[in-house]
């Protein structure tokens, strides 16, 4: 089994995701521990953390990932928000705690007017304080490349880094990825000669050792737009080239390459985005 896969619904069971996952040919699978459009999740009973556990060790799957809620804005300023990200994610990284799960991916946040550079020295902090208060979670914080869309962070491979040093806790980092994202941001990874430049620049600024975890995302806008919007594997700007080249890029063949795109209303579209790129594969 190979290590691509979905970000898959938890909808009746967070336990549910693991056969949704198998269905859809996922070797890995991504999911919220909780609704994402809420502040506030149910608590992880002992049953169905053991059920989750159980279902994740006969499964076959390679890793099961989070990601973490869309409120959470680490990079706020005091105050509620951040009070609220705070909370929100400790409770995240304790149920991944409960659930086994290793790492959970999570967008830097926004600064919301005080500049980059206010907001890169508050997500430090605030995880030099999750740490602190979650020793029981030993795994990994994934922080995502974002597209840039108004004042997110982490759209540059310097912040990621910046993020990384000013932390007390750096080895407790690794970095997710998104095709999208970097596209939109600027990064152009559709011919051969910038695939080479984009991770070289990569490895020199962040390290490729960091680098935990891909979303493979195709792009409804253009290069340098710094708008966030996904598209299906070749069917936007980004083309089939960029994910051919990773694809057939062998420092990357058991590092998670999770999907991201539209639903739409069939559940069969992970399954025919997961066939595109495995046909990639030369």
């Not at 806008?221 to 919007?229: C, F, M, P, Q």
Request: charged share 25%; net charge negative; hydrophobic share 40%.
């Amino acid at each position: 089994m190979d290590w691509l896969g979905a970000h898959i619904s938890i909808a009746g069971g967070l336990h549910n995701a693991i056969d949704r996952g198998i269905k859809a040919g996922c070797g890995v699978i991504q999911i919220f521990t909780q609704n994402a459009n809420q502040w506030k999740g149910k608590p992880v009973s002992d049953a169905e953390a053991a059920l989750f556990r159980e279902k994740c060790h006969g499964s076959g799957l390679h890793e099961v990932i989070s990601h973490d809620i869309y409120l959470v804005n680490l990079a706020a300023p005091d105050g509620e928000t951040r009070d609220k990200s705070l909370a929100a994610f400790q409770a995240e990284m304790e149920r991944c705690e409960r659930l086994g799960i290793k790492r959970v991916i999570m967008h830097p946040g926004a600064h919301v007017g005080d500049g980059e550079e206010e907001g890169l020295r508050r997500v430090a902090a605030a995880f030099d304080l999750l740490f602190s208060r979650v020793e029981l979670f030993t795994g990994k914080i994934l922080l995502e490349t974002t597209a840039g869309q108004g004042t997110n962070l982490g759209f540059r491979f310097e912040h990621l880094r910046e993020i990384i040093d000013r932390s007390a806790y750096p080895d407790r980092f690794g970095v997710c990825l998104d095709t999208c994202h970097i596209f939109a941001a600027g990064y152009d990874i559709t011919t051969e000669t910038g695939y080479q430049q984009v991770f070289s620049e990569f490895d020199r600024i962040v390290g490729l050792e960091r680098l935990q975890a891909f979303h493979l995302n195709d792009s409804k806008k253009g290069l340098n737009s710094h708008v966030d919007r996904h598209e299906h594997i070749g069917k936007g700007c980004l083309g089939l080239s960029g994910f051919k080249f990773l694809m057939n890029d062998r420092r990357f063949d058991q590092i998670p390459k999770i999907l991201e795109t539209p639903k739409g209303d069939s559940e069969e579209m992970d399954t025919i985005n997961l066939k595109i790129l495995r046909d990639l594969v030369e």
